[in-house]
């Protein structure tokens, strides 16, 4: 398992731009699968972004073109570039990682993940 740490979240207007990171305990370079979810109340966590290691990264559909998850490795940090933001992106987000693919899944969503952080919310406004 992994800490992980989120920030980077406020509130913008509409068509603002937000880049949310993920600071983990312990080196990312060998981490098999990391992923972006959020989640606003009363609704199930959605997935929005998932990387693998070495692979390329994949979006749920209503982020495709706005969002850009990324791993910077050098300094054991996972990114998402938001753009373009609309008040539908209001949600806590959560980064997640599974280091060493415990249950041996591949890295797409919807997927489970043993690793956790404490979440940082986003509000756009309209």
């Known amino acids: 398992r992994v800490q992980l740490a989120e920030s980077g979240g406020g509130s913008v207007q509409s068509g603002g731009s937000l880049r949310l990171s993920c600071a983990a305990s312990r080196s990312t370079v060998s981490m098999y699968c990391m992923a972006w979810f959020r989640q606003v109340p009363g609704k199930e966590r959605e997935g929005v972004a998932i990387i693998e290691a070495g692979g390329s990264p994949s979006y749920t559909d209503s982020v495709k073109g706005r969002f850009t998850i990324s791993r910077a490795d050098a300094q054991n940090i996972l990114y998402l570039e938001m753009n373009n933001l609309k008040p539908d992106d209001t949600a806590v987000y959560y980064c997640?990682?599974?280091?060493?693919?415990?249950?041996?899944?591949?890295?797409?969503?919807?997927?489970?993940?043993?690793?956790w952080g404490q979440g940082t919310q986003v509000t756009v406004s309209s």
């Open positions: 997640a990682a599974d280091p060493d693919n415990e249950y041996d899944l591949p890295c797409v969503l919807p997927r489970g993940f043993t690793s």
